[in-house]
Nanobody, 122 residues
Framework: VQLVESGGGMVQPGGSLRLSCAAS????????MSWVRQAPGKGPEWVSA????????YYADSVKGRFTISRDNAKNTLYLQMNSLNPEARALYYC????????????????WGQGTQVTVSS
């Protein structure tokens, strides 16, 4: 199993970024997937989750209305579109494979990528 995130970078407040997570080594379409972030000096924070077929999506209150999770099962890729970014979004963003997903998002995971850094600064 391999998860490789990309798309991070530095952006000004109010800007946008699109993160990608390329999955390999397993049947991507059979797993719920999530994004989790970790800011400097803080613990992990669940951000968003998506069901196997993409029909159900869930978001943390802190990103609801600004972030959009999606997936392309034909390309084995998970995405996170992040708009209206603020400095609080600065973190290392990880994609994770869900072992199970709780109602409303969150859950437990068995594999993570290496993360992609997002910095929001003027």
């Amino acid at each position: 199993v391999q998860l490789v995130e990309s798309g991070g970078g530095m952006v000004q407040p109010g800007g946008s970024l699109r993160l990608s997570c390329a999955a390999s080594g397993f049947t991507f379409s059979s797993y719920d997937m999530s994004w989790v972030r970790q800011a400097p000096g803080k613990g992990p924070e669940w951000v968003s989750a998506i069901s196997t077929g993409g029909g159900s999506t869930y978001y943390a209150d802190s990103v609801k209305g600004r972030f959009t999770i999606s997936r392309d099962n034909a390309k084995n890729t998970l995405y996170l579109q992040m708009n209206s970014l603020n400095p609080e979004a600065r973190a290392l963003y990880y994609c994770g494979r869900n072992i199970f997903m709780r109602g409303g998002g969150g859950g437990e995971y068995d594999y993570w990528g290496q993360g992609t850094q997002v910095t929001v600064s003027s």
